[in-house]
């Protein structure tokens, strides 16, 4: 048999190893080679976490090839796209709907855009994988417990691997701990039935940005005696002057908040919008 | 642990540190040491888990080496762990046991991280097994790594040398099938008085030196023995020189070239190359990192193309093999290079939600503080939002560079060194010392998580527990630093921000060396800390953005707005209840989710 390549991605804490463990105890029970590589250490701080399985007569290479994966079986969908290229063409991209905005892309408080990618199904279609998004967080909430998301969108992916549902069920209860066995069983099997998901989330609207002006009255500003609005200042726009009173660095960086203006004990300090005039 | 063991077939599916740790035991190792770091971590853990071994983590590389030493002098089987990095720091001591050599069997394990999946530099330990002179083993997969370990052991005891044993992030982390044995521990050679042999005076170390050279010789024909060379010819064409974990891409990308491959790769078995040479029309040497095998292949007469075609930097993978084969003209060109990567969210690691490290880090950020930082999970605070650290070098260099930068007096604010406990612990309390004797003005911020977080939670003697879990004597770290000259000593709860601003600002204005030490256990290790998570009350939040400025992972933004801002929502999967972003909201808009969490 020719050597099978699977990619299982995610976010740090969403349980891709486990879900890899699944699989490759799968794997070895069978009486496969099997091969599982993934990067500890400060990838799972919360970052993109990739587990290679592959398994067949003989493995050699522990990591997939670009443009030669069967299956990969993403927990979130920025990951899904972040590893889609290793997919061979007709390759099964699995999917969780399941968006987790991470702090990186939350950073412009300009414009407020997230760089967060718009989830475009088609569009991953068209570039000729079979595609297939499923709902696994919300089915795994309403049997208890979100966490179960893996082991849901392994179950509904579980009939393109050659194992059949015993195999499966003995790989689970070699890989989890007791306690939890029984719910993730229920869990893969709610997955086996779970249907694609056919309406996708929208994109969020932002409004445009605006310009503000922060003025500061230079007599009534205690300065460094207080510094209240330097430390609350969101963006930072505020710092001391060269005469220890308050001025706006960068009022370009001013999202308009007003903590300052609300929170100076003197009213020392007035934001104001830019009206473009003309 | 993971290992899944099929007990009647004696199969286990280990990964290549879980492997090391299972030769370590079944060839009786009696004492291991290390220090955490990834991607070596395993295997002290591993081990941990296994009967009859003592196992403990060191306080550093250096000090776990001289335990082994002191072991294998002792006249036991004794295997030192550590990362690259980490041989650094232990290469003082292992140097020299080079010269003096060993009684029980001392195998000391380098996991090196091509690529930096997790580290801040890559480079490649094997140079130093040439450099003290010590014979290299570099396993190539998990099998091996069980196998080689075994055979350090046999290997260390014939040659009377520590033995390297190099593994790289993709051995050490790739599960495969292992076949288990039982354990065999030899007796132990009962102590022998023998200054000649291990005191290292400039007399007797210019006796041991001719053995060194002598014993090079030696395991050079070790090294053509079967268990470690393994010459597989094929096509007569294309033959490649090769170890470890790029064998096997060899064998992936280019499965009908002949190949050599080494299980030994210092010292080379040169005869045996020779006639393998003689074989094939072109000799390729395919390796990570430096030409290592290249240089010392060329130095002895060959004819080899290497790294004309295999880059220096960072991890070999399948494609980049391809590349390079593809170059030289033993495969043709790829043609369609595929889909393009798609653009996506980055995903930079984090600090999670709850971190006890964001506090100190957000007063500093708000102080202007000039940051000297250390190796550990803060590190992660030199990025956005955080934006608090200015310098990060090596295990401990934060107190030095500090001190040297106070000394510079060009700092545009306050000095401060932020280094965690274990760290200090590590490598940073002979730089404390000599702040104190500098009379340098800097603040050291000791971040007391209580664990080693950044390697996934291992304990160290500030901690109170062992590696296998029992209670074992801690260190006062508050005490230690009075103990050494320091007069400004605060500790402070980073949960508080307020009280974590005032002591920092009041250590800032100390002038000379102030400790601010912040006492909360990490989150995540030994036990996760899940308190009554919070959520954010809509109709309050004005969408300043404050909350945002922590970089909590569980914050995000929602889709209402408040004057055209996002507002912000709190993932209740995801919050451990810190309060953090509730003392930072000047809305009140975040409160505890109240009647109905239970603990899940």
């Given at each position: 048999m020719q050597t099978r390549n699977v990619l299982v991605v995610g976010v740090g804490g969403q349980g891709v190893l486990l879900a890899s463990n699944v699989?490759?105890?799968?794997?070895?029970?069978?009486?496969?080679?099997?091969?599982?590589?993934?990067?500890?250490?400060?990838?799972?701080?919360?970052?993109?976490?990739?587990?290679?399985?592959?398994?067949?007569?003989?493995?050699?290479?522990?990591?997939?090839?670009?443009?030669?994966?069967?299956?990969?079986?993403?927990?979130?969908?920025?990951?899904?796209?972040?590893?889609?290229?290793?997919?061979?063409?007709?390759?099964?991209?699995?999917?969780?709907?399941?968006?987790?905005?991470?702090?990186?892309?939350?950073?412009?408080?300009?414009?407020?855009?997230?760089?967060?990618?718009?989830?475009?199904?088609?569009?991953?279609?068209?570039?000729?994988?079979?595609?297939?998004?499923?709902e696994a967080s919300r089915r795994a909430a309403e049997l208890g417990d979100g966490r179960m998301a893996n082991v849901v969108l392994l179950g509904a992916v579980s009939r393109e691997l050659e194992f059949a549902a015993e195999e499966w069920e003995r790989a689970l209860r070699e890989v989890l701990p007791q306690k939890v066995v029984e719910a993730n069983l229920r869990a893969f099997h709610a997955g086996r039935q779970l249907p694609q998901a056919a309406v996708f989330p929208a994109e969020a609207r932002r409004a445009a940005a605006r310009a503000f002006r922060v003025e500061v009255t230079p007599s009534w500003c205690k300065g460094r005696g207080c510094g209240i609005c330097v430390r609350v200042c969101p963006e930072e726009v505020l710092v001391f002057g060269p005469d220890d009173r308050v001025r706006a660095a960068s009022p370009d960086r001013c999202t308009g908040c007003q903590l300052c203006q609300l929170l100076c004990p003197d009213f020392a300090v007035v934001v104001r919008e830019e009206v473009a005039v003309g | 642990m993971e290992a899944r063991t099929r007990e009647r077939t004696r199969i286990a599916l280990l990964?290549?540190?879980?492997?090391?740790?299972?030769?370590?035991?079944?060839?009786?190792?009696?004492?291991?040491?290390?220090?955490?770091?990834?991607?070596?971590?395993?295997?002290?853990?591993?081990?941990?888990?296994?009967?009859?071994?003592?196992?403990?983590?060191?306080?550093?590389?250096?000090?776990?080496?001289?335990?082994?030493?002191?072991?294998?002098?002792?006249?036991?089987?004794?295997?030192?762990?550590?990362?690259?990095?980490?041989?650094?720091?232990?290469?003082?001591?292992?140097?020299?046991?080079?010269?003096?050599?060993?009684?029980?069997?001392?195998?000391?394990?380098?996991?090196?991280?091509?690529?930096?999946?997790?580290?801040?530099?890559?480079?490649?330990?094997?140079?130093?097994?040439?450099?003290?002179?010590?014979?290299?083993?570099?396993?190539?997969?998990?099998?091996?790594?069980?196998?080689?370990?075994?055979?350090?052991?046999?290997?260390?005891?014939?040659?009377?040398?520590?033995?390297?044993?190099?593994?790289?992030?993709?051995?050490?982390?790739t599960r495969g099938v292992v076949e288990l044995g039982d354990r065999h521990a030899p007796p132990p050679r009962p102590f022998h008085r023998d200054p000649a042999k291990y005191v290292m005076l400039p007399a007797y170390a210019r006796q041991r030196r001719p053995r060194v050279l002598e014993r090079l010789l030696r395991l050079a024909e070790v090294a053509a023995r079967p268990e470690?060379?393994?010459?597989?010819?094929?096509?007569?064409?294309?033959?490649?020189?090769?170890?470890?974990?790029?064998?096997?891409?060899v064998r992936e990308v280019v499965p009908e070239a002949s190949v050599l491959k080494l299980g030994m790769s210092y010292p080379l078995p040169l005869d045996a190359i020779r006639r393998f040479a003689g074989q094939v029309r072109r000799l390729f040497v395919v390796e990570e990192l430096e030409p290592f095998l290249e240089e010392m292949l060329r130095a002895a007469g060959f004819s080899v193309e290497g790294k004309a075609y295999f880059p220096q930097q960072g991890e070999l993978t399948p494609e980049r093999v391809?590349?390079?084969?593809?170059?030289?003209?033993?495969?043709?060109?790829?043609?369609?290079?595929?889909?393009?990567?798609?653009?996506t969210a980055p995903r930079p690691p984090v600090l999670c939600p709850g971190c006890p490290h964001t506090a100190p880090f957000l007063a500093l950020q708000r102080l202007g503080a000039v940051v000297c930082g250390d190796i550990g999970c803060y590190t992660l605070a030199a990025l956005?939002?955080?934006?608090?650290?200015?310098?990060?070098?090596?295990?401990?260099?934060?107190?030095?560079?500090?001190?040297?930068?106070?000394?510079?007096?060009?700092?545009?604010?306050?000095?401060?060194?932020?280094?965690?406990?274990?760290?200090?612990?590590?490598?940073?309390?002979?730089?404390?010392?000599?702040?104190?004797?500098?009379?340098?003005?800097?603040?050291?911020?000791?971040?007391?998580?209580?664990?080693?977080?950044?390697?996934?939670?291992?304990?160290?003697?500030?901690?109170?527990?062992?590696?296998?879990?029992?209670?074992?004597p801690r260190v006062d770290l508050a005490a230690v630093c009075r103990a050494m000259g320091v007069e400004f000593v605060r500790a402070v709860d980073p949960y508080d921000l307020g009280a974590t601003f005032v002591a920092l600002e009041e250590a800032i204005r100390y002038p000379g060396v102030s400790v601010v030490i912040t006492n909360r256990p990490c989150v995540e290790a030994p036990v996760k800390v899940r308190d009554e998570p919070f959520r954010v009350v809509l109709e309050r939040c004005t969408a300043c953005q404050l909350c945002m400025d922590l970089g909590c992972p569980a914050i995000v933004w929602t889709d209402e707005t408040y004057e055209g801002r996002p507002k912000v929502t709190i993932r209740p999967d995801a919050c451990t209840g810190c309060t953090l972003c509730a003392q930072v909201c000047p809305a009140d808009a975040i409160v505890r989710v109240g009647p109905g969490w239970r603990r899940s």
């Amino acid at each position: 048999m020719q050597t099978r390549n699977v990619l299982v991605v995610g976010v740090g804490g969403q349980g891709v190893l486990l879900a890899s463990n699944v699989l490759a105890a799968a794997c070895l029970a069978r009486g496969y080679d099997v091969k599982k590589s993934e990067v500890k250490g400060m990838a799972q701080r919360g970052g993109a976490v990739v587990s290679f399985v592959r398994y067949g007569q003989q493995v050699h290479s522990p990591l997939v090839e670009r443009g030669r994966a069967d299956l990969v079986l993403s927990l979130e969908w920025a990951e899904a796209l972040r590893w889609a290229a290793y997919l061979r063409p007709g390759g099964v991209l699995a999917v969780d709907l399941v968006r987790i905005l991470p702090p990186a892309a939350q950073l412009d408080h300009r414009t407020w855009q997230a760089s967060y990618p718009a989830v475009e199904v088609e569009r991953l279609r068209q570039a000729g994988w079979d595609v297939r998004p499923y709902e696994a967080s919300r089915r795994a909430a309403e049997l208890g417990d979100g966490r179960m998301a893996n082991v849901v969108l392994l179950g509904a992916v579980s009939r393109e691997l050659e194992f059949a549902a015993e195999e499966w069920e003995r790989a689970l209860r070699e890989v989890l701990p007791q306690k939890v066995v029984e719910a993730n069983l229920r869990a893969f099997h709610a997955g086996r039935q779970l249907p694609q998901a056919a309406v996708f989330p929208a994109e969020a609207r932002r409004a445009a940005a605006r310009a503000f002006r922060v003025e500061v009255t230079p007599s009534w500003c205690k300065g460094r005696g207080c510094g209240i609005c330097v430390r609350v200042c969101p963006e930072e726009v505020l710092v001391f002057g060269p005469d220890d009173r308050v001025r706006a660095a960068s009022p370009d960086r001013c999202t308009g908040c007003q903590l300052c203006q609300l929170l100076c004990p003197d009213f020392a300090v007035v934001v104001r919008e830019e009206v473009a005039v003309g | 642990m993971e290992a899944r063991t099929r007990e009647r077939t004696r199969i286990a599916l280990l990964t290549g540190n879980e492997a090391i740790a299972r030769g370590a035991y079944e060839a009786g190792v009696a004492v291991a040491t290390g220090y955490p770091g990834t991607p070596s971590t395993e295997i002290v853990e591993y081990l941990a888990t296994l009967p009859d071994v003592y196992v403990e983590w060191s306080s550093n590389e250096k000090v776990a080496l001289d335990v082994a030493m002191g072991a294998s002098m002792g006249g036991v089987r004794a295997l030192c762990t550590m990362k690259h990095v980490g041989l650094n720091v232990a290469a003082d001591t292992f140097m020299v046991a080079s010269y003096t050599g060993v009684r029980g069997g001392l195998v000391v394990v380098s996991a090196d991280d091509p690529g930096m999946h997790s580290s801040q530099n890559e480079q490649d330990n094997r140079l130093y097994a040439k450099f003290a002179g010590v014979p290299l083993l570099e396993p190539g997969d998990s099998q091996e790594a069980k196998t080689f370990t075994e055979l350090a052991f046999s290997l260390s005891e014939e040659f009377d040398t520590p033995v390297l044993l190099r593994t790289t992030t993709r051995i050490s982390h790739t599960r495969g099938v292992v076949e288990l044995g039982d354990r065999h521990a030899p007796p132990p050679r009962p102590f022998h008085r023998d200054p000649a042999k291990y005191v290292m005076l400039p007399a007797y170390a210019r006796q041991r030196r001719p053995r060194v050279l002598e014993r090079l010789l030696r395991l050079a024909e070790v090294a053509a023995r079967p268990e470690f060379l393994r010459v597989e010819m094929r096509d007569p064409s294309v033959g490649v020189v090769t170890a470890g974990v790029c064998y096997s891409l060899v064998r992936e990308v280019v499965p009908e070239a002949s190949v050599l491959k080494l299980g030994m790769s210092y010292p080379l078995p040169l005869d045996a190359i020779r006639r393998f040479a003689g074989q094939v029309r072109r000799l390729f040497v395919v390796e990570e990192l430096e030409p290592f095998l290249e240089e010392m292949l060329r130095a002895a007469g060959f004819s080899v193309e290497g790294k004309a075609y295999f880059p220096q930097q960072g991890e070999l993978t399948p494609e980049r093999v391809r590349e390079g084969f593809a170059r030289a003209g033993v495969l043709p060109e790829p043609g369609d290079a595929g889909p393009a990567n798609l653009p996506t969210a980055p995903r930079p690691p984090v600090l999670c939600p709850g971190c006890p490290h964001t506090a100190p880090f957000l007063a500093l950020q708000r102080l202007g503080a000039v940051v000297c930082g250390d190796i550990g999970c803060y590190t992660l605070a030199a990025l956005e939002p955080l934006r608090a650290m200015d310098s990060c070098l090596a295990m401990g260099s934060s107190i030095g560079m500090a001190t040297g930068l106070a000394l510079a007096g060009t700092a545009p604010g306050p000095v401060v060194a932020v280094i965690g406990d274990s760290t200090f612990l590590h490598a940073g309390l002979p730089a404390l010392v000599d702040a104190v004797y500098k009379r340098a003005h800097v603040t050291v911020v000791i971040l007391d998580n209580g664990t080693t977080a950044m390697t996934g939670g291992q304990p160290h003697p500030a901690t109170g527990s062992g590696v296998r879990g029992a209670p074992a004597p801690r260190v006062d770290l508050a005490a230690v630093c009075r103990a050494m000259g320091v007069e400004f000593v605060r500790a402070v709860d980073p949960y508080d921000l307020g009280a974590t601003f005032v002591a920092l600002e009041e250590a800032i204005r100390y002038p000379g060396v102030s400790v601010v030490i912040t006492n909360r256990p990490c989150v995540e290790a030994p036990v996760k800390v899940r308190d009554e998570p919070f959520r954010v009350v809509l109709e309050r939040c004005t969408a300043c953005q404050l909350c945002m400025d922590l970089g909590c992972p569980a914050i995000v933004w929602t889709d209402e707005t408040y004057e055209g801002r996002p507002k912000v929502t709190i993932r209740p999967d995801a919050c451990t209840g810190c309060t953090l972003c509730a003392q930072v909201c000047p809305a009140d808009a975040i409160v505890r989710v109240g009647p109905g969490w239970r603990r899940s």
